[in-house]
């Protein structure tokens, strides 16, 4: 059976412990939500001792199971003050699950504050080792000589300068097959809690795991099956579909076209060299310059989408890998930059210092609003992550704490985030559904909480129109059914599929229940979502959050949107049905 | 019959209102929460258009009651995200009472972001100049330009450069009959909401004024005389009693002696330095130096306390009014500085660029913790204001936004704030009662709220163990008897007398009686105070503020303070109990 391994760090000791028989059906979000609910006090302090960052792999993580090498980071997160879960692909999911372990709980704090450490998890257990060497390191460096010290392949985790010196917008950093550290747990500076534990990085040495019990394979494979089919099936997750084909950022042309692409901190809804950055834009000079750069790439082994890419330099050597939707669009037309070389100096910069690059575009943009530098300057923005964020001067202090600190120290008022968290790349007043989202969810404004979008904007999952405001049972279920994904290890992206393929959706649940030996439906995904959800928000209730949290910011409510002209109009009586309903399911 | 001035800074009108009869009986705090809670949406960016700063005197200002001078200062606050009313004394209370004007509204925002304003008030109306000569320019020099413009003896409401660059920490300064910048309605950054409406300064002349309207002049002049003789019979407030002898800042010696004198960051309940910064040694040093230093000063006319004084420097020159108990604390014990003349120029240098003594002891100490200087480095702690807030380089806008903002940029999690506030001068784990009321108050951590160390500390209006734990009929009879003085125009060290001499309290309760012509007796006092507390609840409730935030910070709870090794042990249902009664009095 998996254990938890527990990690105190104020007297520097483990423990395997057995499951508990209620996180039993558990991992992942479903987990980190559930030990964050149980373990941590809703009002610490989230860089004081009694916050945890929890490390879950999904249900079906370490099989063979698709497009499923997804791990959790949970906790309080220092950034919104509510719950977080964030995760990523790259390569612990997998080696974790493979160890037996369901969860890595990292909990207590160190006496001495600068001191860092190594936890090194391998078949024979784990030990902390002193991680001074590495000390204020970039990420890209920390992976190459982790790879040197503990054989190539190890999983590693770890943050950079930015989770050191504990600020808000840190995030965790996993490695990939080509170990470049461009996998991000980014958002809710969850780096910033692993750096207050006093750990620089994870190392995961899978070999001579147990691996991953499944207790009916037959039902698991008869699951994998469907799901692969249903994944192989669907245009936007074929091979050679639009996410294999562009990668995520084919979803430039389509959001500006929809006028719902943020643009210059959010003041209009098209970005006028938005063509200069798209998906076409990337694939066209990635083939161009006929060098490292690859497209339909692998973010972690046994992925059968493949929508991440590694971008090249003009003389197409490597630069970095990935060029993402959402990190293109913040570092670049919400900051008024349209030089897709600029900006993979921007994302490998982030990535080294470790920070989230929503956050950080979010921020920048902010930055530029506040007269600190103008809009699309690239150079000025790359100084503030690269030099000024990793040397943590105070100018770096600040945007390294994020928008809303930004906003705050620059006096600026249009600050586009909810409970502290800055939006993603979708327009609200363009797209009112995704606003829900924002509005309502858990962590604060995510997209990935609740991808309306789908609907709203690509026809995948039914067609609903962007600008209706009846959108608070979309949001929830949405919500809920993404609970329940987060959950299982898989991707996200499989939920393209599955909306539009009801095989497909069959095949996910009935892995999950094959590896759990349960008999989950599809009826049960909503019921199970919802049950993750309500400790979540139970948790920021006692944190001090209420409806009047859920709530975008005012100038959205008031400022009108080009090219639509449009505000936030959805009543707050609309946004409080998301989570006004019935009954709450109860724990299983 | 008075009127509310209305200026709108959106397109630099005014209007002159007649005052609604709601209004009627109200003044001071009870209007500026009033018309706040009436007109400022709770959810509103504080330095965005919706927002208002309203000021207003009190019931009584403007007539020759004793010591009446004080001003409130109201809005929705930047650093806390409560409703807000601050107070100072000095001369603008009188002089817009006397212009028949019961508040001045300052709302919207100027397009322009970069233009400053300066409004003028006197008898023949309000008029907007330009007023960008005074930019970036401190408080000292700005008041003796306006004096040399606009005629001696005019009273000056203004912001220094902290303002002007909307830091969290800036507060609203009102000048004395010396015309000296140390008159500070300091908490809340409500100078940041001056400085968002563009108005860098407010000029009242009174001349030729139609002076205060008194209803029952009987009644009035019977008032006053209770409780003249109340003060002047009370041991506190008495000629050469103690506040008049050592000034506020008796407080230091006795406070040691409790150990709970906050020191070092809230790390020890007592400084091994106190004696020499206490009021003892303050009066000594005037003394001493012989030169234009006083003691048993007014800070404003009419003031039958006088409590504040002059400081002197070591060559006899006057330095600064007025060594203050709260900032002689925050710049010096919580500082670890010993040294009365470096907080002197500490005090100097916060009135200058305009930012509250308070916040700032708190977010130095808390820069102290986190490494930015050593605890007692006086020259580091000037050079932080003086130059870095003054020049709003990106660390002022670090420490010009306050104590959680500094915590947040180091990495700080002891931080002694309630609801984004910084804690004044009395250590809750040594004194519970005044814990509840930081708790618990609308305003965030704030002594004034409800000065429960009367009867825990000094023995006055009763005696009371600090230890206790019962102290939430106590908190809440001080917070509702405060929010009624904070209306009446009255000084709240008033307070301290009519807590021991009934009749005292009759006389204050009487002469607003007679000016407003009603019938209110001392049974109306807590009703009263319970109303304006009521709105101001509601305000903060409808701003996403519960029960959550009625808390102290989780170290506070778990770390024990010497010299009494005792932590913050009040239960979560002691504090909720503070608001937790029957039935709240409706409006009259």
Request: include cysteine; charge should be negative; glycine fraction near 12%.
């Amino acid at each position: 059976m998996s254990q938890l391994l527990r990690v105190n760090m104020s007297d520097l000791s483990f423990k395997y412990e057995d499951v508990p028989e209620k996180y039993h059906h558990w991992a992942a979000r479903g987990l980190t939500s559930s030990l964050t609910y149980d373990e941590v006090p809703p009002n610490c302090h989230p860089l004081g001792p009694d916050n945890k960052v929890i490390i879950a792999p999904g249900i079906v993580s370490g099989t063979n199971a698709p497009t499923s090498g997804r791990t959790s980071f949970g906790g309080k997160s220092p950034l919104t003050s509510t719950i977080k879960e964030t995760n990523a692909g790259g390569l612990s999911s997998q080696k974790i699950a493979r160890l037996g372990i369901k969860a890595i709980i990292l909990e207590g704090q160190p006496d001495e504050k600068d001191k860092l450490w190594l936890l090194k998890v391998n078949k024979d257990g784990a030990e902390l080792l002193p991680a001074d060497n590495l000390k204020s390191k970039g990420m890209y460096e920390v992976c190459n000589i982790l790879w040197k010290e503990h054989g190539e392949g190890v999983a590693i985790i770890g943050i950079g300068p930015a989770g050191e010196n504990r600020m808000c917008a840190a995030g965790i950093c996993v490695n990939d097959q080509e170990n470049t550290a461009g996998r991000y747990a980014g958002r809710g500076g969850m780096g910033a809690v692993m750096g207050s534990k006093g750990i620089k990085a994870i190392v995961i040495d899978d070999k001579g795991g147990a691996g991953v019990q499944i207790a009916d394979e037959k039902k698991f494979e008869a699951g994998i099956k469907k799901l692969e089919e249903a994944s192989l099936g669907h245009d936007v997750t074929k091979r050679e579909g639009a996410l294999n084909t562009y990668g995520t950022n084919v979803l430039a042309s389509i959001m500006h076209e929809a006028g719902g692409y943020p643009t210059r901190n959010f003041s209009s809804g098209r970005f006028e060299h938005t063509h200069q950055i798209s998906g076409e834009a990337k694939v066209e000079m990635i083939t161009k310059r006929n060098g490292e750069g690859t497209t339909g790439h692998a973010c972690h082994p046994g992925c059968i989408i493949q929508c991440s890419d590694r971008w090249a330099n003009p003389d197409g050597s490597f630069k970095v890998s990935v060029l993402e939707y959402e990190s293109v669009w913040a570092l670049g037309a919400n900051c008024g930059i349209d030089d897709l070389d600029k900006i993979a100096d921007l994302i490998w910069a982030c990535n080294d210092v470790g920070v989230d690059t929503i956050e950080m575009g979010g921020t920048i943009a902010v930055a530029m609003e506040g007269n600190l530098l103008e809009f699309g300057n690239a150079d000025g923005a790359i100084k503030l992550i690269h030099e000024e964020i990793r040397n943590a001067t105070p100018l770096g202090r600040i945007i390294g704490n994020g928008t809303v600190t930004t906003g705050r120290a620059f006096g600026v008022t249009r600050l586009p985030v909810v409970k502290g968290q800055s939006m993603p790349a979708y327009e609200p007043r363009a797209v009112k559904g995704i606003g829900v989202t924002y509005a309502t969810s858990t962590m604060g404004a995510d997209h990935t909480a609740g991808y309306t979008i789908a609907p709203e904007i690509l026809g995948v999952g039914g067609e609903m129109d962007p600008f209706a405001i009846e959108k608070a049972e979309l949001s929830r279920n949405f919500q809920a059914s993404t609970a329940f994904i987060d959950t299982t290890g898989y991707c996200l992206f499989d939920a393209f599929c599955v909306l539009d393929i009801p095989s497909g959706l069959e095949g996910m649940v009935e892995s999950c229940a094959g590896v759990l030996g349960i008999d989950w439906t599809v009826d049960d995904i909503v019921p199970l979502g919802l049950e993750i959800l309500r400790k979540e928000r139970l948790f920021n209730e006692a944190a001090g959050f209420t409806r009047a949290h859920d709530r975008l910011p005012d100038f959205m409510t008031k400022e009108p949107l080009p090219p639509h002209n449009t505000v936030f109009d959805v009543p707050d009586d609309l946004l409080d049905a998301v989570y006004d309903f019935e009954q709450w399911p109860t724990e299983k």
